[in-house]
């Protein structure tokens, strides 16, 4: 694993040197899931559910690297339909699988409506989660009580969780494989450091799976 990105993030911000250890093992956990196949489903509230579609965003389509197919990919398409394969070829993007939990509005509406909101999260990990997947639960006070009943579907399921927090230690980092508890204690400065950290964390495994 590169250092680099590690090193710009102390760099830039670096009140988070504390936290360089389990972002460094939150790494190794997210790049052993994509090698195995797997997937990160992430949860958050609020802000966190924000910042669980920013993180969408930058695994599922190239952030820095324009993530080209690979020859055998582009292969592929094209023999299916040569002009739309051709098209595809030269546009699609590399993927890391990636869900966020809060943007599926009939589904959530109706579990909500019909059975007990707190588990809706919950209900989605026990559907789309599997072994080799991971759950990053994102939560400021580490005490949501929604993102704690998926984190515990999850880890039934035999998925790693992780944890992403502040400063104090809450019933999530008793959960998870691993916690981030970022330095702050107020909601939006615990979220303005989330931010530099899961943009750390999707640039490294970019570099990882994707030439940059």
Same mark, same amino acid.
């Given at each position: 694993?590169?250092?680099?990105?590690?090193?710009?993030?102390?760099?830039?911000?670096?009140?988070?040197?504390?936290?360089?250890?389990?972002?460094?093992?939150?790494?190794?956990?997210?790049?052993?899931?994509?090698?195995?196949?797997?997937? /990160?489903? #992430?949860?958050?509230? @609020?802000? $966190?559910?924000?910042?669980?579609?920013?993180?969408?965003?930058?695994?599922? =389509? %190239?952030?820095?690297?324009?993530?080209?197919?690979?020859?055998?990919?582009?292969?592929?398409?094209?023999?299916?339909?040569?002009?739309?394969?051709?098209?595809?070829?030269?546009?699609?993007?590399?993927?890391?699988?990636?869900?966020?939990?809060?943007?599926?509005?009939?589904?959530?509406?109706?579990?909500?409506?019909?059975?007990?909101?707190?588990?809706?999260?919950?209900?989605?990990?026990?559907?789309?989660?599997?072994?080799?997947?991971?759950? /990053?639960? #994102?939560?400021?006070? @580490?005490? $949501?009580?929604?993102?704690?009943?998926?984190?515990?579907?999850?880890?039934? =399921? %035999?998925?790693?969780?992780?944890?992403?927090?502040?400063?104090?230690?809450?019933?999530?980092?008793?959960?998870?494989?691993?916690?981030?508890?970022?330095?702050?204690?107020?909601?939006?400065?615990?979220?303005?450091?989330?931010?530099?950290?899961?943009?750390?964390?999707?640039?490294?495994?970019?570099?990882?799976?994707?030439?940059?």
């Amino acid at each position: 694993m590169s250092s680099k990105q590690i090193d710009i993030l102390i760099e830039r911000y670096p009140q988070l040197d504390v936290c360089k250890k389990d972002i460094i093992e939150t790494f190794n956990i997210l790049k052993e899931c994509y090698e195995n196949n797997g997937k /990160l489903l #992430i949860a958050g509230n @609020g802000g $966190s559910a924000a910042d669980a579609e920013h993180i969408v965003g930058e695994l599922m =389509k %190239g952030f820095k690297s324009s993530r080209k197919l690979k020859e055998c990919e582009i292969e592929k398409l094209i023999s299916v339909n040569n002009e739309m394969g051709e098209l595809l070829g030269d546009n699609l993007q590399g993927v890391l699988p990636a869900i966020a939990l809060d943007g599926h509005m009939s589904l959530t509406t109706a579990y909500m409506n019909d059975c007990e909101p707190l588990l809706c999260f919950a209900q989605q990990v026990f559907g789309y989660g599997n072994k080799n997947d991971v759950f /990053l639960g #994102i939560s400021t006070s @580490g005490n $949501s009580k929604n993102i704690l009943y998926a984190a515990t579907v999850a880890k039934a =399921k %035999g998925m790693k969780v992780i944890g992403l927090t502040g400063k104090k230690e809450s019933k999530l980092s008793d959960i998870a494989d691993i916690c981030i508890n970022v330095p702050q204690t107020e909601t939006y400065m615990i979220q303005e450091m989330h931010l530099p950290v899961y943009h750390c964390l999707c640039l490294m495994l970019e570099e990882s799976f994707f030439e940059v």
